[in-house]
């Protein structure tokens, strides 16, 4: 597959209905004040996948290979959540984005889930790994009171403010991946390119709404920062485990292939991974009093990529 081409090559951009703009807190461009948020009904047939579809790169392929370990729960949990907190959204601009949002998440939930399946068809059993992602969403993370009550609106609120500070890094990786030439250059399998590159130009497409939605329910800096403050920690960490567990289950590697922090900013410089230094300076714009999502990433980029993306394309057949 090509490399995705540059922000300025922007096609033209699908717009919402006229109606009244509700002012909003912070900086927003044009092109994407003006974006309507639709899903895209992909499928992949995953069944000429090889193990390591970044060829001769194990650790790339099971460090992105964490994504299909977390996202399917995880952004079923973004879903369950967002449609909790649709009655108490007043702003009827606000409202529309967040059904986009979760119209868009539900399509992502289900695309990753299939790549789970492949894995146990090759012999890597992710269950065990699943068991524990399902257990932080259902019973850590789960609706805890009715949400017209103050402790259950409360309890709502902090969620989408953890919602929040995640799509602080799904937007950075889908700007990074966006622009990693070194993906192309690696030939990794250009279906999984593909889902990275879609999924991605959709996490940038759609980076302001949790943002927008928590500022809408709670405006205070504080719980922004205690938020990030926790997510940031523990999705490193369950990041570390699942390329972990996944290298050490691998069937292929038969537990030979240690991951190393190394060996990790080694495929960086080689544009197989985001770099660390990329993603710390990433998460402490998060943590700037007039940060707003549309500062990073571009609008254009993903809908160009969106435009030429072959399982969008499809979708939109
Ligand atoms: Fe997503
Ligand atoms: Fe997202």
């Not at 922007?10 to 974006?35: F, G, M, N």
Request: positive net charge; hydrophobic residues 45%; proline residues 7%.
């Amino acid at each position: 597959m090509s490399s995705v081409p540059p922000a300025a090559a922007v096609p033209r951009i699908a717009r919402r209905s006229t109606r009244t703009l509700v002012q909003r807190p912070a900086v927003r461009t044009d092109e994407h004040r003006d974006l309507a948020l639709n899903p895209r009904d992909v499928h992949f047939d995953w069944s000429r996948l090889p193990m390591h579809w970044v060829p001769q790169e194990p650790l790339a392929t099971h460090t992105m290979n964490v994504l299909h370990l977390l996202l399917p729960e995880g952004e079923r949990w973004f879903v369950r959540t967002f449609r909790e907190a649709l009655p108490l959204i007043t702003d009827e601009r606000l409202r529309e984005d967040v059904i986009g949002f979760i119209g868009q998440e539900s399509v992502h939930a289900e695309a990753h889930q299939g790549v789970l399946d492949l894995l146990l068809a090759k012999g890597l059993d992710p269950a065990p790994f699943v068991r524990q992602v399902e257990w932080l969403f259902h019973r850590v993370l789960g609706r805890r009171d009715d949400p017209t009550g103050a402790a259950g609106r409360e309890n709502l609120i902090e969620r989408v403010a953890i919602i929040a500070a995640i799509e602080h890094f799904t937007a950075f990786l889908g700007d990074w991946v966006l622009n990693a030439p070194g993906l192309d250059r690696a030939e990794v399998d250009p279906m999984m390119l593909d889902l990275l590159r879609w999924h991605g130009a959709e996490e940038v497409e759609h980076r302001s709404v949790a943002y927008d939605l928590l500022v809408h329910l709670d405006p205070s800096y504080l719980r922004r920062m205690r938020t990030m403050a926790v997510t940031g920690p523990v999705l490193t960490w369950l990041w570390v485990r699942g390329v972990r567990f996944l290298m050490l289950t691998d069937p292929e590697l038969e537990g030979r292939a240690k991951p190393t922090w190394r060996a990790y900013v080694q495929a960086s410089r080689r544009g197989l991974l985001p770099g660390l230094t990329g993603a710390a300076r990433s998460a402490a714009r998060y943590v700037k009093p007039r940060y707003h999502p549309t500062q990073e990433g571009s609008t254009g980029q993903a809908v160009a990529y969106l435009a030429r993306s072959p399982a969008a394309r499809a979708a939109a057949r």
